[in-house]
């Protein structure tokens, strides 16, 4: 059976240094791969190129049997990133910033009041972003990821500002995405209690 997305003899460099060389991966529906590794392994570099801000030196990702190279479009209208920094305009409310996003990608049907109260920002939504902590411009990242109907979520260190409360509401809005089918690679350095089938790539 031929993947969701697969990744085929992945080679990256940063400089002259390799990153990786002949990475390859499947993933399919409720599927997550973690990635692991110290700082500066590749773990952000990978999801980059995957995001298509890079070009890997080597190899091809496949998303539903065909290159990405020749389904850019389809691809990159199929996940959203949770990047480390989080990307919003700073002078923009949380509200103004969500509701760009909708004209990016599909959106999912959630009720856009109960994302925000779900995530404890529903009090914040007309303060603009520059006036949130770093923990709660994440938690707006992860409404924006609730209310996109894309089926894979890449998410760099999530847990990063984020309390004990918040770093179990990401591993259970992740678990709830996979058990809707959706897929997710995520780089984290603490431990992930995540339920489904989980996969492992440790960058050296």
């Given amino acids: 059976m031929t993947a969701q997305l697969s990744a085929d003899a992945l080679t990256l460099f940063r400089g002259e240094r390799c990153l990786f060389q002949g990475l390859s991966f499947a993933l399919?529906?409720?599927?997550?791969?973690?990635?692991?590794?110290?700082?500066?392994?590749?773990?952000?570099?990978?999801?980059?190129?995957?995001?298509?801000?890079?070009?890997?030196?080597?190899?091809?990702?496949?998303?539903?049997?065909?290159?990405?190279?020749?389904?850019?479009?389809?691809?990159y209208g199929s996940l959203v990133w949770m990047q480390h920094r989080v990307g919003f305009k700073a002078d923009l409310t949380l509200v103004e910033n969500l509701r760009f996003e909708t004209h990016l990608r599909a959106q999912s049907g959630q009720d856009f009041e109960e994302v925000l109260k779900r995530l404890d920002i529903d009090r914040l939504k007309r303060l603009p972003m520059r006036s949130l902590s770093a923990g709660q411009q994440r938690r707006v990242a992860l409404a924006r990821m609730l209310l996109s109907s894309v089926p894979l979520w890449l998410m760099d260190e999530p847990f990063t500002n984020l309390d004990r409360e918040g770093r179990a509401l990401v591993m259970n809005l992740t678990t709830e995405h996979l058990d809707r089918g959706g897929m997710c690679i995520m780089a984290a350095h603490q431990d992930v209690e995540i339920g489904g089938n989980v996969q492992k790539i440790v960058l050296q």
């Fill in 28 to 75: 399919n529906p409720g599927e997550l791969l973690l990635l692991e590794g110290r700082n500066g392994t590749g773990k952000t570099s990978l999801m980059r190129a995957i995001a298509g801000l890079i070009e890997f030196e080597d190899g091809d990702i496949h998303w539903q049997g065909k290159p990405v190279r020749t389904n850019r479009q389809s691809f």
